[in-house]
C-alpha cells in the first residue's frame, strides 16, 4: 500500500494538527505501507523541496508571492496542484489522502481524477469554524456559507471521508453524506511518549514563586475559544476557598494580552503566573508544577463538535483536570472517573469543581489511574488507525478492478 498525504503543515511545527499527523503516520508504517507527505505553503518559506523530520520525508511546497485574500487562497491551491500532479507521476501512489481545511482537498480532488487514483479526505475540523473563532469571519456571512459550501462539496466528492470524532461525523451526515462514507479515526496517544507525573522542580517552583501554593493550570496556545478568560474570572471565587492557590497560564497566543490585562482588572495579577511561551524539551518540567489542570472551552461549534488532544495527554501522564462539558469534551471524558466535567460558561461551577477536587486529594490516585488506563487500552494510536484498514484496501482493490 503506497498512500501520499496533503497536509497543511507538519512538524517540525509544534501543534495539535502537526502530533496528530506524526502519529498517524508512524501506526500506517507499522503496518507495512508505504507513505509520502507534502505539505501546503502553509508550512512557511523551506530552504529544500523536501526535509526530513524525525525518520519522516516531507516534501514542500514553495511559499506564492501573492497572499491577498480569496485570490491568495486561489493561487496557494494552485502551487500544491503542481506541486502534487509532479509527486505523484514520480510516486505513482495508489491512494491520494488529503486531509484539512478543503484547502488541500480541492487540489487533490483534481490531480486524482487525473491520474486515476482514489482520494480520501480527513477532516480535523471545518475551516470555517476556524475562521469565526480567529476572527476573520462571521458565522453566517458570505465567506462562511461559501467556505461551507467547499467543504461540503470536497466531502461529497471524495471516494471516502475520515474525520476524527461523533461530533464531525454528525455534522457531515446533517450535509447529506451516506454514514458508510465516514469513518471516524479518534484523536488518540502515544503513550510511550507520556510518563506519569514527576516531582516538581524545587528550583524553578522557587523561581516562579509557587512554594507552598496549591497550582490550577493551562499549557497551551491562548485562543479565545480556549475559555482562559473563564478560568480568570472564577479564580477570585477559588481564591476565597483556597487562599493558598496559584494559577500557572503557560503558552501564549492572541488572548495574551487580554488575560493579563483581566487578571490585573480582576486584582489578582499577582497571584496569577505568566511565563509565556517554553521551549517544547521544558514542557514536561512546567507540567509537574500543576496540581489541576482546567480545559474551559466555550460553548460554540468548534468546541462542540471538535474533540481536542490535551486531555488525552493528560490522562496518559495521569494528571487530575476540570473541563468543560461542551461536546468535544463529553465525547472523551467520563465525568468523576477520568476526569471532571462542569457546566461550560459557568464561572461558579467552574470554580466549585476545582474546589471541591482539591477538598477530596483521596480520590486523586484512582481518577489518576482510570485515565492512565482508558489511554492505554481505548484511545491509542494503533486502536484508531486499524480502522483505515478497510477502507484503504477496498478503495484500492475497487480502483485497481
Not at 507552598?212 to 477570585?236: K, N, Q, R, T, W
Not at 488572548?255 to 511565563?275: N, S, T, W, Y
Request: some cysteine.
Amino acid at each position: 500500500m503506497k498512500t501520499l498525504h496533503i497536509l497543511d503543515h507538519s512538524i517540525p511545527l509544534h501543534s495539535g494538527y502537526t502530533f496528530r499527523t506524526a502519529n498517524l503516520l508512524r501506526e500506517q508504517r507499522a503496518l507495512g505501507w508505504e507513505t509520502h507527505h507534502l505539505t501546503s505553503p502553509k508550512q512557511g518559506p523551506c530552504a529544500t523541496a523536501a526535509e526530513e523530520v524525525d525518520g519522516l520525508l516531507f516534501h514542500r511546497t514553495p511559499v506564492p508571492a501573492i497572499q491577498w485574500p480569496v485570490v491568495g487562497e486561489m493561487v496557494l491551491m494552485k502551487a500544491i496542484e503542481q506541486r502534487l500532479d509532479a509527486l505523484v507521476a514520480e510516486i505513482r501512489p495508489d491512494i491520494l489522502h488529503a486531509h484539512s481545511p478543503v484547502l488541500n482537498a480541492l487540489p487533490a480532488l483534481r490531480v486524482g481524477r487525473r491520474h486515476g487514483i482514489p482520494v480520501v479526505y480527513e477532516v480535523r475540523a471545518f475551516w470555517e469554524d476556524a475562521a469565526v473563532d480567529h476572527g476573520s469571519t462571521q458565522e453566517g456571512s458570505v465567506r462562511y456559507r461559501m467556505t461551507r459550501a467547499l467543504e461540503t462539496y470536497a466531502l461529497r466528492n471524495a471516494s471516502h471521508v475520515f474525520t476524527i470524532c461523533e461530533g464531525l461525523r454528525t455534522d457531515m451526515l446533517g450535509r447529506g453524506i451516506a454514514a458508510d462514507k465516514v469513518t471516524v479515526i479518534p484523536n488518540a496517544v502515544d503513550v510511550s511518549q507520556f510518563q506519569p507525573s514527576g516531582v516538581p522542580d524545587a528550583a524553578l517552583k522557587r523561581e516562579l514563586g509557587l512554594d507552598g501554593c496549591d497550582v490550577v493550570g493551562f499549557i497551551g496556545s491562548f485562543y479565545a475559544y480556549e475559555g482562559l478568560d473563564l478560568l480568570l474570572a472564577a479564580f477570585p471565587q477559588m481564591l476565597h476557598r483556597h487562599p493558598n492557590l496559584r494559577l500557572l497560564l503557560v503558552g501564549g497566543g492572541p488572548q495574551d494580552a487580554r488575560l493579563r490585562a483581566q487578571a490585573e482588572a480582576l486584582g489578582v495579577a499577582d497571584k496569577v503566573v505568566m511565563p509565556g511561551r517554553v521551549p517544547h524539551g521544558e514542557v514536561k518540567r512546567y507540567y509537574d508544577l500543576i496540581d489541576v489542570l482546567a480545559y474551559p472551552r466555550h460553548a460554540m461549534r468548534l468546541t462542540e463538535l471538535v474533540t481536542p488532544l490535551k486531555p488525552l495527554e493528560a490522562m496518559a501522564q495521569g494528571r487530575i483536570f476540570v473541563a468543560s462539558d461542551v461536546g468535544g469534551h463529553r465525547e472523551l471524558i467520563r465525568d468523576g472517573e477520568t476526569g471532571v466535567l462542569f457546566p461550560a460558561g459557568n464561572a461558579t461551577a467552574l470554580a466549585d469543581a476545582i474546589g471541591a477536587l482539591f477538598d477530596r486529594r483521596a480520590q486523586w490516585g484512582a481518577m489518576s489511574v482510570a485515565g492512565r488506563h482508558f489511554v492505554e487500552e481505548v484511545r491509542n494510536w494503533k486502536n484508531s488507525v486499524a480502522n483505515y484498514v478497510p477502507v484503504y484496501q477496498r478503495l484500492v482493490a475497487t480502483a485497481s478492478a
